[in-house]
């Protein structure tokens, strides 16, 4: 089965730019997560999708970060612009859920973005 | 207090013995419990999954949870020098209605 499906693998651009990051969840779960890693703060939630619709932005850090999710296989989290700041690996997840909050059901992880602002 | 709190580490254990990972969570509401191994310079692989109070066994891995105490932990047998990485605890915290990460701790097998 075809798990969660992240692109790029790894991005390397400089300050200002428009980074662009693509998931694609595994058919047939409802749920998609954007997280961020980093050494300092580990594994951090961004936002969260139900039925892709937006459910849980608090984790967005800030106006540069924007997510999209234009239909159930494909999801987008952009930073425009980017800063040095904005290095880390990013994770798409997804899950099914039949309960609260998307927290019921495991969420299985792409092989996320390794994002490296220079 | 943070949400959910796991030690650093490193763990270090010999191979064969047994590693014992704990994790403990700050609402008592919470009622989904997960751990996920974390290869370096790779993503989250879930582990076990555990629901109610009690021992959860799975192949040389055993997932515990005691509501009452709010902790989670994970036992590994006979363990294997592949063993080594980092374990992450996720908690579905009730209040948040979100599942939360802990910082991981790391695992050391050695020879």
């Known amino acids: 089965d075809a798990g969660v499906i992240q692109s790029p693998r790894h991005e390397v651009t400089e300050m200002g730019q428009e980074v662009t990051l693509r998931c694609k969840p595994i058919?047939?779960?409802?749920?998609l997560f954007w997280y961020r890693q980093t050494m300092m703060r580990g594994l951090e939630l961004l936002i969260y999708?139900?039925?892709?619709?937006?459910?849980?932005d608090s984790g967005m850090p800030e106006d540069r970060f924007s997510a999209k999710m234009p239909n159930a296989s494909f999801s987008t989290l952009k930073i425009q612009p980017s800063e040095p700041r904005d290095s880390a690996v990013y994770f798409c997840?997804?899950?099914?859920?039949?309960?609260?909050?998307?927290?019921?059901?495991?969420?299985?992880f792409g092989d996320g973005t390794r994002l490296s602002i220079l | 207090q943070k949400e959910v709190e796991q030690n650093s580490g490193p763990l270090s254990v010999p191979e064969g013995a047994i590693a014992s990972l704990n994790c403990t969570y700050s609402d008592r509401g919470s009622q989904s419990f997960f751990w996920y191994r974390q290869y370096s310079g790779k993503s989250p692989e879930l582990i076990m999954s555990i629901y109610s109070n009690g021992d959860k066994e799975d192949g040389r891995f055993t997932a515990q949870l005691n509501k009452a105490s709010q902790y989670v932990s994970l036992l590994i047998r006979d363990s294997q020098p592949s063993d080594s990485a980092t374990y992450l605890c996720?908690?579905?915290?009730?209040?948040?209605?979100?599942?939360?990460f802990g910082t991981g701790t790391r695992l050391q097998v050695t020879l």
């Open positions: 999708f139900n039925n892709n619709v937006p459910i849980d």
């Open positions: 997840a997804s899950s099914s859920n039949p309960g609260q909050g998307g927290g019921n059901q495991p969420q299985h």
């Open positions: 996720a908690v579905n915290i009730f209040s948040l209605g979100k599942l939360t």
């Open positions: 058919s047939g779960h409802d749920y």
